[in-house]
């Protein structure tokens, strides 16, 4: 009896965690996000306003729209597409936030692909 009531606080307990949701702290600020490719470790600079996201990789620097949806998803639009695959809007969602960084899931608008990423916030603007 003593471990079927154990078992079903613990239940109880799990059911009630939530995953950090603090996106309103990564909405502005400096953000760093290290990825790999091909076995390759690639790092992403980008610095974000409520309305504008600046990016620096390998070198070279874009900049993209950013139209909130929530606190935790929002959209980007690049301002200056070279080709029709920079045309198209990323979907972006904070997933989980932790200390400095978030997790978050990001796509093309309309696909169901999907990948995810993890981002450091480095400072304020």
């Known amino acids: 009896m003593k471990k079927l009531i154990l078992l079903s606080l613990l239940l109880i307990l799990a059911s009630c965690y939530n995953a950090e949701h603090n996106c309103k702290d990564f909405k502005t600020g400096k953000f760093k996000f290290e990825h790999e490719v091909d076995g390759v470790k690639k790092v992403t600079l980008f610095e974000r306003n409520d309305s504008i996201e600046i990016e620096t990789f390998e070198g070279k620097t874009d900049t993209a729209s950013v139209r909130w949806v929530n606190d935790c998803e929002y959209i980007l639009k690049k301002l200056h597409p070279k080709n029709m695959a920079e045309e198209k809007s990323i979907g972006m ?32 603007l």
Not at 97 to 122: A, H, P
């Open 93 to 124: 969602k904070i997933l989980t936030t932790s200390g400095n960084s978030y997790t978050f899931e990001f796509g093309i608008i309309g696909s169901d692909q999907k990948q995810k990423g993890t981002v450091t916030k480095l400072g304020e």
